[in-house]
């Protein structure tokens, strides 16, 4: 069946440090993923996508990487700051039109 | 709207009660999605709605759960004899298609006492 996990619930950087999240997804046919921040008290918020066709896809100060090979996906935060303290969630689509989500890493930036 | 939006922004009830929970998605997004997010939890999906096709109700928990969209707007989700395992955060999202992502709204706090 689909699903989702992340390999760490927690990490804690210092600021300025690239941060890396990691997600692990077992449905080989999921073509479309996201990664989303959540922020306590609000809803999840966009921050990058990418398409099976692609290996890696950068945004500001964010890369997402994709490893179809061991169905693999990261985040990465450049140059971390207090305010990308939040609970992060990597998401996959395939074979049905609904996100699949992970249970979140919790990144706490430290100053 | 700019984005989605959710009423209310936070409910209790007495276990037993009924709630209604509303969503008004992003004008123009054909599709909306509802999840489910217990304290701590990752997102569970609840239903979704494309356009006038049939919802996917896979991920409602049980009969006590249902939901209505009209056309391409208001969506409201309903909980008959809320239970306090009910409790959680109700988060609505839209979008333009499949491989697009889902703008969220800032959820429903459901509180079963």
């Known amino acids: 069946g689909e699903s989702v996990g992340l390999h760490l619930p927690t990490l804690s950087v210092q600021e300025g440090d690239n941060s890396i999240i990691n997600c692990a997804y077992s449905n080989s046919a999921s073509d479309y993923f996201i990664w989303y921040k959540q922020e306590s008290g609000k809803g999840p918020q966009f921050i990058i996508d990418i398409r099976s066709n692609m290996d890696k896809r950068q945004g500001q100060r964010v890369t997402v990487l994709l490893n179809k090979t061991v169905k693999h996906l990261s985040l990465q935060i450049a140059a971390t700051q207090p305010g990308d303290s939040a609970v992060y969630f990597c998401?996959?689509?395939?074979?049905?039109?609904?996100?699949?989500f992970g249970k979140g890493t919790k990144l706490t930036v430290n100053p | 709207g700019a984005g989605v939006s959710q009423s209310p922004s936070n409910k209790v009830t007495e276990k037993g009660k009924d709630v209604e929970l509303r969503c008004d998605p992003i004008s123009g997004h054909t599709a909306l999605y509802w999840y489910r997010q217990r304290l701590g939890q990752g997102l569970e999906f609840l239903i979704y709605f494309q356009g006038n096709s049939a919802p996917d109700k896979s991920g409602l928990p049980s009969d006590r759960f249902s939901a209505e969209r009209t056309g391409e707007s208001v969506s409201t989700l309903t909980i008959q004899r809320t239970q306090q395992e009910d409790s959680a955060v109700y988060l609505c999202?839209?979008?333009?298609?499949?491989?697009?992502?889902?703008?969220f709204g800032s959820g429903t706090r459901l509180t079963v006492v």
């Open positions: 999202a839209s979008s333009t298609g499949t491989h697009d992502p889902y703008t």
């Open positions: 998401a996959e689509k395939g074979g049905s039109e609904k996100l699949v």
